[in-house]
């Protein structure tokens, strides 16, 4: 594949750079499609991704939807056909600028403006459209084989969210059809995946904008799970000696500005709420309240390691762009906890931490994930926390005990919170990228920035180390995630509803009705089906849509012989068991937590 550069000369395109030339190249040929469908918008920013492209574009008071996409891609295809040359020339700075204010691109001008004054301004230009930018790009559009345009979102003009909000289109762009179609088939199965769509046809959980972008509200099914998780990793949490908590959702200006949060993370927060001559915020985290309670009375070292745990209400004004159902909101409740311990105890507390992380992973049969150990970047000096000393000994201990402990991790330089260095456990679900599920971060700073003591064995008051830990992370992004790898087909533990009773006729509905109330009795989630439907299409709505672990079929037969027919939802094979017999299985298999 030929490509051109920047100083006009072309050549092979090197393997390692094929696909990000397509994918900018796409860029530029969306770009040209749009500037003929809509000439009165105007292009901020357009770069090739790790997997697609996208362009930020401004179209004025023009609201764009996803059922726009396919006229700008049929434009493409046109421009593709017309095999348009890619031309490169540079300018100088002051004729780059004109040529940007005669085609009124405002937001290339101010981005020359951002450029350094000896900076070489090139152009690529293809028929009509001209864009400023470094290339490579392909030598002719025909080039472009394989493309597909895949959504619509927004994005602040230099991600600044004081800037205008621009459009931004996606897409995505592959060196032959096949990898298309390979693409296209795990979109297929993500959207079949999508813990959004699955949530709506189970009713776990709704969204509305009347209420607010980003804040799902749990339906009766959806918050039986979340309860259900809450339930299993307290139980885990108080066998490990942690003390549960409930503080507010609010909290004082103040009370961030001691912490350094107001200084590191103002913008992700809501805005002040004024009243009474104090200033409060929604909070976006909750380890100043936690540090509170431990300041709230004197510690001895013989008290400690204390372990604070809180299933707690968090708040913090994540992008419209950014929002995914439950796995991103700007609403979620955090499985947080707080160890205040000595710097002796620092490897014992960490091992406790990493074995609950693997243990709670084993009972949900996660195992493709990787650690890493999230470093500060020394060279920036707004983000982090400015000391020196204190992140050497947090990085160097932190580093320490996980190679003691035999953790395989990696290393990230610039993805530490702001106070201390912390491990991440990664998970790669089943569609999609990785993300976070696990963490646990460790932090000299906060103690000392609310000036917490503890009194040793020789009596002089010393500071203790806090780690800062998460297991299931947020219950509503961990609750996504399982959606997403069981498709909602929750284990019988964790299903919002266990057992399907599906009378055959009403001639049986008395028996089902009994089934059903003695299932209730025995603390089995159980719903009856009286619907006036056929039985057919009861059992398939219960395992398809509803995802009930098991259906009992009540027919004339089983009332007469006082038995239940049961019907596995996964084998959708039917065994024949007394009542008794199968609730007892029932106890034994929600007991064990059997997937």
Known sequence: MKIIYNDGHTGECPAEMVNEVLRHSAAHIMAQAVSRLYPNARFAYGPATEKGFYYDIDFDDIKLTDEDLPAIEKEMRKIVKENLPFKVYSLPREEAIKLMQDRNEVYKVEHIGDLDENAVITFYQQGEYIDMCVGPHLTYTSALKAFRLTTISGAYWKNNSNNKMLTRLNGVAFATQEELAQYEERMKEAKARDHRRIGKEMSLFMTDDLVGKGLPMFLPKGYTVWQQLEDYIKEKERKLGYQHVMTPCVG???????????????????????????????????????????????????????????????????PSGALKGIERGRHFCQNDAHLFVTPEQIRDEVKGVVDLIFDVYKDFSITNYRCVLSLRDPEDKIKYHQDDEMWDKAESALREVLTELGVNFTEEIGEAAFYGPKLDVNVLPAVGAEYTLSTCQLDFCLPAKFNLKYVDKDGTEKTPVVLHRAILGSLDRFMAYLIEETKGAFPLWLAPVQVKVIPVSDKTLDYAKMINQK??????????????????????????????????????????ENNISVRFRATDETEVFETDEFIEKLHNDIKNRVR
């Open 519 to 560: 299932l209730e009795s025995e603390g089995i989630r159980s719903e009856l089906d009286d619907r006036n439907e056929k039985v057919g299409y009861k059992i398939r709505s219960a395992r398809q849509v509803d995802k009930v672990p098991y259906m009992i079929i009540v027919g004339e037969k089983e009332a007469t």
């Open 252 to 318: 004082t200006v103040g009370l961030y500005e001691t912490s350094g949060h107001w200084a590191h993370y103002k913008k992700n927060m809501f805005p002040v709420m004024e009243l009474e001559d104090e200033r409060f915020v929604l909070r976006p985290m909750n380890c100043p309240h936690h540090m509170m309670i431990y300041s709230n009375q004197l510690h001895s070292y013989r008290d400690l390691p204390i372990r604070i745990g809180e299933i707690a209400h968090d708040f913090r004004f994540e």
